[in-house]
């Protein structure tokens, strides 16, 4: 694949309520902002970075030079942050991803491509062989529309507007790794001596 036909969107719009109300994406992490290692592992893999974020808006843009707040509602959200980004979209496909996975796989958006494209989907949920991983998606940009009437009427789930669509799963069971999040100190701690964040 090309990546010119992927727009990247981190998701980093969380209120982050098991970590004290902190922005998860700007706490340390070996010296750097967890963003910036989720960056440095998606930039290679698609064509620009949008991160979508509802406040420290300066700082994330460090990171790129497209930030964007929610669109709709009160901090609602991982649908929320995904149709303020997708506004911004011109590729083919957006892949989600969110701002505390810093172990992101390598290879990551290449498979989430090559099954959309061979199964025409519009979209793709990462499976990491347990459970559907469902802020690692990818997407047809025009799919904004819909996520935000969604919300209009007053939904969030994002696994209840999943079904309103013929999305499909993506077998990541030989990367689950790829999918640990940092939701507390402790996972923080456990991320840090897998000694996994530069390989």
């Not at 290679?44 to 707040?69: C, F, H, M």
């Not at 796989?105 to 559907?132: F, N, P, Q, W």
């Not at 998606?137 to 939904?155: D, H, N, Y």
Request: aromatic residues 6%; proline residues 4%.
């Amino acid at each position: 694949m090309s990546i010119k036909q992927v727009t990247g969107i981190v998701l980093a719009g969380g209120r982050a309520r098991r970590m004290g109300g902190i922005d998860k994406g700007l706490i340390d992490l070996d010296g750097m902002p967890m963003i910036a290692h989720v960056v440095r592992r998606l930039m290679p893999q698609v064509s620009g970075i949008i991160i979508s974020a509802n406040r420290n808006l300066t700082e994330y843009g460090e990171w790129t030079d497209r930030v964007v707040k929610d669109t709709i509602g009160d901090f609602d959200g991982p649908l929320a942050g995904m149709a303020s980004g997708l506004d911004l979209v011109n590729t083919e496909f957006a892949a989600t991803v969110p701002c505390d996975s810093p172990l992101l796989t390598k290879d990551l958006i290449s498979r989430m491509y090559r099954e959309c494209v061979s199964r025409a989907a519009d979209i793709a949920v990462a499976h990491d062989g347990e459970r559907l991983q469902p802020v690692f998606t990818m997407m047809r940009p025009s799919l904004g529309a819909s996520i935000l009437g969604f919300l209009e009427s007053g939904e969030r789930k994002i696994d209840k507007w999943f079904e309103q669509h013929a999305f499909i799963s993506v077998d990541f069971s030989d990367r689950p790794e790829s999918f640990l999040n940092i939701n507390t100190e402790d996972d923080k701690r456990r991320l840090l001596a897998l000694g996994r964040l530069y390989k």
